[in-house]
């Protein structure tokens, strides 16, 4: 219906053109919004206020002539001019049913588009540390980051799905003391445990497994353990390959899967660390200074210069980022999403500034980043602060054994990742229409439930005989259900290309709320065969665009509830 009134606004501008009425140079890009309050239609536009001045006319002038010259069209039952100049439209109700067929045709291919032309885009998210069990704020980045894949791949990308493991470092070395310490015996409250040792009871399960001989299966690797104590690079082989196992499980419960799993090890032992620092000081934009090897970031809009290679040989965090990323822009990824904790934020500019220092032809700006904030886990308006096996925070683990999978990836991608993300457990489990994930698969099981009286009832669902009658669908609750059905495809495409999967979920919480009121309204099981037809295609409309929405968050669609 928007582009319908899209091309009938176009045609009124171009026979103003020809009239004289405006400039032959004026070529507007012609935006039309959904009304909020149905007293003043189903769309707007702001056209006549945006080319007033250019025209030279009062905008509600520009208005009545607009109006005037807008061809005749079904689609549109009549217009009005409100205020100093909007146009308002109000949809026919036919016009508006045909969205029905649209949906009932496509399938689970409605909202789905092919915009992305099967360019290549990388999503990388997650990306603990192998330290310790996925904690909650991982378990935001891994539905917001999962959801933005999904979303792209909706909307015609090529999307692969990469995790990043620092599985090298000063936190690598801390785990491996942790699991020697307690593989000989030792307590957190020993005096000879390590300064900045893990001390959850996950360290103890590492330990008893590597001390069975235990063999541990972690993407592109199989580890024995040696089961000796006091082989500490032994230890640390087994300690990460076995906590990468624990995430992996962790994922894979929550329906996460990756196409790529990126070890930072294998830069060191690719060279390519070593590659990146001899290309950054080739290019001159490094210098020593007290023992160190700074780079000159600050030529690349960073606040200050940065230490590349510390006095004692080792790399910083940031350099061997960089190399990371310069391996994915000869991997050909053009475009490349970073899905990351706030935490981070300090290393975006650095990261760009010893990417621009490169000068490999990498764009400024690249790559792009989507930051989220943290998650604070209540139950009865408390913090939940740890979990006895983390032994320092809530895992993921813990939320979706309280909870479901569904509630969690529901309710960890709500909000705008840049907002903070209160996760309110008593709300999560509750069965009321209070708990949005709830309201929403309550709708899709109701139409299901719906189809099962017909069915019960020898009602049958007759297709062309809905199809017959979709222009009976009149009262304002079916028009708005339909109106808000013909959305879906724009908020997919705005969701995909500004990474924000809560718009889906706002969306189907507003769908939902739209088809419980049509619900409550209006009497689906009539006696009239056309009517019946045409209410239960409506609701098969309505119940294939929640499943749809649903997928794009990772949340599945019951038939039940």
């Known amino acids: 219906m928007k582009d319908t009134i899209i091309s009938l606004l176009d045609e009124a501008l171009a026979t103003l053109k020809q009239q004289g009425e405006l400039p032959q140079d004026i070529a507007p890009t012609i935006k039309v ?24 006319k009062r905008p509600r002038d520009l208005a009545e002539a607009l109006v005037a010259a807008l061809p005749t069209s079904d689609a549109v039952q009549k217009t009005e001019i409100a205020g100093p100049g909007f146009i308002n439209f109000f949809a026919a109700t036919d016009a508006a049913a045909q969205i029905i067929p649209t949906v009932l045709d496509a399938g689970d291919t409605f909202g789905r588009s092919l915009a992305g032309k099967g360019e290549k885009v990388q999503v990388e998210f997650v990306s603990a540390n192998p330290t310790g069990p996925l904690h909650v704020g991982h378990g935001r980045g891994a539905a917001i980051g999962d959801s933005i894949c999904r979303l792209l791949e909706a909307t015609g990308f090529d999307v692969t799905r990469e995790f990043y493991y620092n599985d090298a470092g000063a936190q690598i070395s801390n785990l491996a003391a942790s699991v020697q310490a307690r593989a000989k015996g030792l307590g957190p409250d020993d005096a000879s445990w390590p300064a900045d040792g893990y001390r959850g009871d996950y360290i103890v ?7 069975a001989g235990d063999t541990v299966h972690a993407d592109d ?23 990468r196992r624990e995430q992996d499980l962790d994922l894979k419960a929550f329906g996460v899967e990756f196409d790529v799993y990126f070890l930072e090890s294998s830069l060191y032992d690719d060279g390519k660390v070593e590659a990146t620092v001899e290309r950054l000081i080739e290019g001159g934009h490094t210098y020593e200074q007290d023992g160190a090897l700074w780079l000159r970031t600050t030529d690349f809009g960073d606040d200050k210069d940065r230490v590349m290679r510390k006095t004692d040989g080792g790399y910083t965090y940031f350099l061997p980022d960089v190399a990371y990323h310069l391996d994915k822009w000869q991997r050909g990824f053009q475009q490349v999403i970073n899905e990351q904790g706030a935490d981070h934020h300090s290393t975006v500019t650095r990261v760009r500034a010893g990417l621009q220092a490169l000068e490999t032809g990498i764009p400024p700006g690249w790559p792009d980043y989507v930051l989220h904030q943290m998650v604070l886990v209540t139950r009865s308006g408390e913090e939940v ?5 983390a032994g320092s925070y809530v895992t993921l683990r813990d939320l979706i054994d309280e909870v479901g999978r569904d509630a969690t990836r529901y ?10 993300l209160t996760f309110d457990i008593d709300l999560a489990r509750s ?22 009286k017909a069915d019960t009832q020898g009602c049958d669902f007759d297709y062309g005989q809905a199809m017959n009658n979709l222009a009976r669908l009149e009262t304002d609750q079916e028009k708005a259900l ?5 959305r879906f495809p724009e908020v997919v495409q705005h969701a995909a290309n500004s990474r924000e999967p809560q718009q889906v979920a706002q969306y189907l919480q507003d769908l939902a709320a739209d088809f419980h009121t049509c619900y409550n309204a209006v009497k689906v099981m009539v006696d009239d065969d056309g009517l019946r037809n045409a209410r239960l295609a409506l609701g098969l409309a309505t119940r294939q665009v929640l499943r749809n929405g649903l997928n794009l968050l990772g949340v599945s669609a019951p038939e039940e509830m």
């Open 33 to 56: 919004d959904v009304t909020k309050d149905k007293a003043h239609g189903d769309y707007a536009t702001n056209l006549a206020l945006m080319l007033a001045k250019p025209a030279g």
């Open 205 to 211: 399960d590492v330990a008893n497994s590597y001390l």
């Open 221 to 243: 690797r199989h580890v024995t353990a040696k089961a000796d104590p006091d082989d500490l690079d032994a230890i640390r082989e087994f300690a990460v390959a076995y906590l």
């Open 385 to 389: 602060k740890l979990s006895k096996r």
């Open 411 to 420: 309710f960890l991608v709500a909000r705008r990742a840049d907002s903070q």
């Open 431 to 452: 069965q009321s229409n209070d708990n949005p994930v709830y309201y929403i698969q309550y709708a899709h099981a109701r139409v299901c439930s719906v189809l099962r």
């Open 482 to 486: 339909m109106n808000r059905l013909a």
